[in-house]
């Protein structure tokens, strides 16, 4: 595990560049301040959801969540059938460098889990990696630029007022290449103290000393213009735009190197990528779909891999990351077969050969890449029918994983999964449910959902007054929900029908009934002098 925060990130940018573009395939996880908001009431999850709704009941969750944490586990395909992997923990906050403060909210449960699994709060909000989108990018250059700049807090103002009395007083009896230094600046404030100090005196020049320190240095008007266009400036606006967008700059890389990237259940964490680090998502699910395509050709989604797997291949029924990851090491082809591939962690991430570290996000992205190759032997020896060659490249993988591309799982709702590269296939559910109540005034559909609760689970939606449709993607559950409730006194279940159970339809066939009726009274009165002559 190799962990990475903001005082150290600028400084390692090109070895990780390095790393993402030698890689065969990368892995990625985030861990966020929380998951899906109450807010608005009707925001949670349902069965009933199309993807395009899902879509937009999330997008409000991202808004107002942010990444914690990211993890990247870069594979290497050194030689033969060997990945080297290298792990990193990106320690993110949003960066509030020229006066920009976003707002974010935390999820109690979401900070109390990770809490749980031992997440550094004082690293996130002290040590925390800034990063911005496109639309952040672009207000901070503008300010940047023109010059227009101010303190992201009232804790930087104090410290910049303190700074600026410090420096007058002292510039008043010194001599030209005279100097002091200004200590216990932490963060942006080292860039924000010497922007406001170069500016506000022109016989000044500042450099960063490190350690929360800064130098500065009495010069004069001509001496000041030559350093001004010294290329080693650390405060020209182009390396003060670097620092501010952090790790995007790591994540542009990722984009342009176009490697295949995994994940597992990564809907959340592909929306998050967007909306913090290109563009603030969009309203339309199919161009927030065109977007992530475009940044990512070749997404894999481990969920989506062995969900197929596991319904063909002798496994124990598991749930989580870390438990696919341990069956499929204990799998026999996996453990014994020599073509299968080797993984290698680097040393700096040897830990994670040792110890369990669930929801770390560098341990989980490692866990991810590993399920990736260790599925893709599976696959691959199925479709040779055992017979797998010596060292089986990547691009063998990806052959046999190319049903599985771009097609990330979709929890709960109207399709399988999202194809960010075509049509989502939608979902084979049970048949729909309704139920009828009857002596039970003023049931809601929270008390219908606590009724059958014990017995399976359901999504309920109203139909009408007393009427109620049931949900479930379990097959088993609707067999006994109709078997049990057969005899019910209060609670009527049976298998919807849209022509009988619709109130649209019923209204459609009762104004329908009424039309034909007067239509065939018409006839019969209409025809009736006729017939009497």
Same mark, same amino acid.
């Given at each position: 595990?190799?962990?990475?925060?903001?005082?150290?990130?600028?400084?390692?940018?090109?070895?990780?560049?390095?790393?993402?573009?030698?890689?065969?395939?990368? #892995?990625?996880?985030?861990?966020?301040? *929380?998951?899906?908001?109450?807010?608005?009431?009707?925001?949670?999850? &349902?069965?009933?959801? %199309?993807?395009?709704?899902?879509?937009?009941?999330?997008? +409000? &969750?991202?808004?107002?969540?942010? !990444?914690?944490?990211?993890?990247?586990?870069?594979?290497?395909?050194?030689?033969?059938?060997?990945?080297?992997?290298? &792990?990193?923990?990106?320690?993110?906050?949003?960066?509030?460098?020229?006066?920009?403060?976003?707002?974010?909210?935390?999820?109690?449960?979401?900070?109390? $889990?990770?809490?749980?699994?031992?997440?550094?709060?004082?690293?996130?909000?002290?040590?925390?990696?800034?990063?911005?989108?496109?639309? +952040?990018?672009? @207000?901070?250059?503008?300010?940047?630029?023109?010059?227009?700049?101010?303190?992201?807090?009232?804790?930087?103002?104090?410290?910049?007022?303190?700074?600026?009395?410090?420096?007058?007083?002292?510039?008043?009896?010194?001599?030209?290449?005279?100097?002091?230094?200004?200590?216990?600046?932490?963060?942006?404030?080292?860039?924000?103290?010497?922007?406001?100090?170069?500016?506000?005196?022109?016989?000044?020049?500042?450099?960063?000393?490190?350690?929360?320190?800064?130098?500065?240095?009495? !010069?004069?008007?001509?001496?000041?213009?030559?350093?001004?266009?010294?290329?080693?400036?650390?405060?020209?606006?182009?390396?003060?735009?670097?620092?501010?967008?952090?790790?995007?700059?790591?994540?542009?890389?990722?984009?342009?190197?176009?490697?295949?990237?995994?994940? /597992? @259940?990564?809907?959340?964490?592909?929306?998050?990528?967007?909306?913090?680090?290109?563009?603030?998502?969009?309203?339309?699910?199919?161009?927030?779909?065109?977007?992530? /395509?475009?940044?990512?050709?070749?997404?894999?989604?481990?969920?989506?891999?062995?969900?197929?797997?596991?319904?063909?291949?002798?496994?124990?029924?598991?749930?989580?990351?870390?438990?696919?990851?341990?069956?499929?090491?204990?799998? &026999?082809?996996?453990?014994?077969?020599?073509?299968?591939?080797?993984?290698?962690?680097?040393?700096?991430?040897?830990?994670?050969?040792?110890?369990?570290?669930?929801?770390?996000? *560098?341990?989980?992205?490692?866990?991810?890449?590993?399920?990736?190759?260790?599925?893709?032997?599976?696959?691959?020896?199925?479709?040779?029918?055992?017979?797998?060659? #010596?060292?089986?490249?990547?691009?063998?993988?990806?052959?046999?994983?190319?049903?599985?591309?771009?097609?990330? =799982?979709?929890?709960?709702?109207?399709?399988?999964?999202?194809?960010?590269?075509?049509?989502?296939?939608?979902?084979?559910?049970?048949?729909?449910?309704?139920?009828?109540? +009857?002596?039970?005034? *003023?049931?809601?559909?929270?008390?219908?959902?606590?009724?059958?609760?014990?017995?399976?689970? $359901?999504?309920?939606?109203?139909?009408?007054?007393?009427?109620?449709?049931?949900?479930? @993607?379990?097959?088993?559950?609707?067999?006994?929900?109709?078997?049990?409730?057969?005899?019910?006194?209060?609670?009527?279940?049976?298998?919807?029908?849209?022509?009988?159970?619709?109130?649209?339809? =019923?209204?459609?066939?009762?104004?329908?009934?009424?039309?034909?009726?007067? %239509?065939?009274?018409?006839?019969?009165?209409?025809?009736?002098?006729?017939?009497?002559?």
């Amino acid at each position: 595990m190799d962990v990475v925060g903001a005082e150290a990130f600028e400084r390692r940018l090109p070895e990780l560049r390095d790393r993402v573009r030698s890689a065969a395939f990368l #892995a990625l996880d985030l861990e966020f301040t *929380g998951l899906h908001s109450d807010f608005p009431p009707n925001n949670k999850p &349902s069965l009933f959801d %199309s993807a395009a709704k899902r879509y937009l009941k999330e997008r +409000q &969750s991202v808004q107002r969540f942010t !990444v914690a944490q990211l993890g990247l586990a870069t594979f290497t395909n050194e030689n033969s059938n060997k990945y080297v992997v290298h &792990s990193y923990n990106f320690f993110l906050f949003p960066s509030t460098l020229g006066g920009a403060d976003v707002e974010f909210t935390l999820s109690a449960s979401s900070i109390q $889990f990770l809490s749980d699994y031992g997440f550094d709060y004082n690293k996130f909000l002290k040590d925390g990696i800034p990063y911005m989108n496109e639309v +952040q990018e672009e @207000n901070f250059s503008k300010h940047l630029f023109v010059g227009s700049w101010k303190a992201s807090s009232a804790v930087d103002r104090d410290v910049l007022k303190k700074a600026i009395d410090e420096v007058t007083r002292w510039i008043v009896a010194a001599k030209e290449e005279e100097t002091m230094i200004l200590q216990d600046l932490s963060g942006y404030q080292v860039f924000e103290v010497q922007l406001v100090l170069r500016r506000a005196l022109q016989n000044v020049w500042t450099e960063p000393l490190g350690d929360k320190k800064v130098l500065v240095k009495k !010069v004069s008007p001509c001496n000041r213009q030559l350093l001004e266009n010294s290329p080693y400036d650390c405060c020209q606006k182009k390396h003060i735009l670097l620092s501010a967008r952090g790790f995007t700059n790591l994540f542009q890389t990722i984009v342009e190197a176009k490697k295949p990237v995994v994940g /597992h @259940n990564m809907f959340m964490d592909l929306m998050h990528l967007h909306d913090k680090f290109y563009k603030p998502l969009p309203e339309s699910y199919e161009e927030f779909k065109r977007n992530v /395509h475009n940044l990512f050709p070749v997404l894999i989604d481990t969920k989506t891999v062995t969900k197929s797997l596991w319904e063909t291949c002798p496994f124990p029924p598991v749930s989580n990351l870390t438990e696919v990851y341990a069956a499929l090491c204990s799998s &026999s082809l996996n453990s014994k077969d020599p073509t299968c591939p080797v993984i290698a962690l680097a040393s700096d991430c040897s830990r994670y050969a040792e110890k369990e570290l669930p929801h770390e996000a *560098g341990y989980d992205a490692f866990l991810c890449g590993s399920v990736l190759l260790k599925s893709a032997y599976l696959l691959l020896c199925r479709s040779t029918d055992d017979a797998v060659e #010596a060292d089986p490249s990547f691009s063998q993988y990806l052959t046999v994983l190319a049903e599985y591309l771009n097609k990330v =799982n979709f929890i709960r709702g109207g399709v399988s999964s999202i194809n960010f590269s075509g049509e989502d296939a939608p979902c084979q559910y049970p048949p729909l449910l309704v139920v009828r109540v +009857q002596g039970w005034p *003023g049931v809601n559909e929270e008390q219908i959902y606590q009724e059958f609760k014990a017995l399976c689970r $359901f999504d309920v939606r109203r139909l009408s007054t007393n009427q109620f449709i049931l949900l479930s @993607n379990k097959f088993k559950q609707v067999r006994l929900v109709l078997q049990d409730y057969k005899h019910h006194p209060h609670l009527r279940v049976s298998v919807y029908r849209r022509w009988r159970h619709s109130p649209g339809v =019923n209204c459609l066939l009762q104004v329908s009934g009424i039309v034909a009726l007067w %239509s065939l009274l018409a006839f019969v009165f209409g025809r009736a002098p006729c017939c009497s002559l």
